[in-house]
């Protein structure tokens, strides 16, 4: 049994977010990266599999030279084998372009059950990728899963609970499945010494668009079907105003400004 999880190198949250205007895209190399907080959770809960089950672990990321960073963290807490996505034709995919690298790398590596993935990442934070890949490879879309019930590899069946709006909903679906997870599924575990340093020595397999057979016209910012067309940075809040008077005056004046404001009628 194969587990592929999909991790993405992104900003840090914390970092001041800089942006190319003109192709309408992030400055990546102007920002400290961090691996997808989402994609954290993606992996222990694979971790978490393979320690119930027999499994083997391969995780995937598409990106530039220093995504190979996010891949050494996998190494290190203990994933089977990384694959590195990497070739300046994928520069500027949107969803369905990166979704559909990841998904031919799926295929390469072959005879994958289960997709982890984090249920979104921080920088595009669109939600869509695991199911296009979902849609791509024939997969059982699983999002917004919150807790895996049960695996049964032999019958090809998994049972999770996914998050809805004011509750939990029990789903039981057919393996293969693209699996997207959500904070608070597990507590993801943190790499030991000797993992970093196994990991900071090993090579990491690269694969460019030829080796996974891209049809070129599907990758790239060209090819995108949907792109950043405007940024702007939202106008600064006014500032606010400060009622004095009773309760009777401050009540008055307060409707009587809302009612200007047409906020009220």
């Known amino acids: 049994m194969k587990i592929a999880v999909c991790v993405k190198q992104v900003p840090d949250t914390e970092a001041e977010i800089k942006w190319d205007t003109e192709k309408g895209v992030l400055k990546r190399d102007a920002i400290d990266p961090i691996t997808n907080p ?13 320690e119930k089950y027999d499994c083997e672990i391969y995780a995937i990321s598409m990106g530039p030279e220093r995504a190979q960073e996010v891949l050494r963290n996998a ?22 372009g990166t979704a559909y690298a990841l998904a031919n790398a799926i295929k390469k590596i ?33 999002t917004y899963v919150a807790k895996i019930r049960e695996i ?6 998994i049972v999770v609970e996914r998050a809805i709006e004011g509750g939990f909903e029990v789903v039981e679906g057919k393996l293969p499945a ?21 990991a900071a020595k090993m090579e990491i397999p ?3 668009c030829d080796d996974l057979g891209l049809e070129k016209d599907k990758i790239g910012l060209a090819a995108s079907a949907t792109r950043v067309t405007e940024i702007s940075v939202p106008p600064p809040k006014g500032q606010g105003e400060i009622l004095k008077g009773d309760l009777e ?9 809302l009612l200007d404001l047409k906020i009220i009628k």
Do not use: C
């Not at 190494?75 to 369905?96: C, E, M, R």
């Not at 693209?178 to 196994?198: A, F, T």
């Not at 005056?249 to 400004?257: D, G, M, Q, R, Y």
């Open 75 to 96: 190494l290190a807490l203990g994933v089977n084998g990384v694959y590195h996505i990497n070739d300046p034709q994928l520069s500027g995919s949107d969803t369905f």
């Open 249 to 257: 005056e401050i009540a008055e004046t307060l409707v009587s400004k």
């Open 38 to 50: 989402f994609d954290e959770f993606a992996i222990e809960e694979a971790l978490l599999t393979r």
């Open 110 to 142: 072959g005879d994958v059950d289960i997709v982890f993935m984090g249920r979104q990442s921080t920088d595009g934070s669109t939600g869509a990728v695991p199911g296009e890949i979902a849609s791509i490879l024939g997969y059982t879309p699983l």
């Open 152 to 157: 049964d590899f032999k019958a090809k069946r």
């Open 206 to 208: 690269k694969w460019n």
């Open 178 to 198: 693209v699996v997207s997870v959500i904070k608070g599924i597990n507590e993801p575990r943190l790499p030991n010494l000797m993992g970093i340093r196994k």
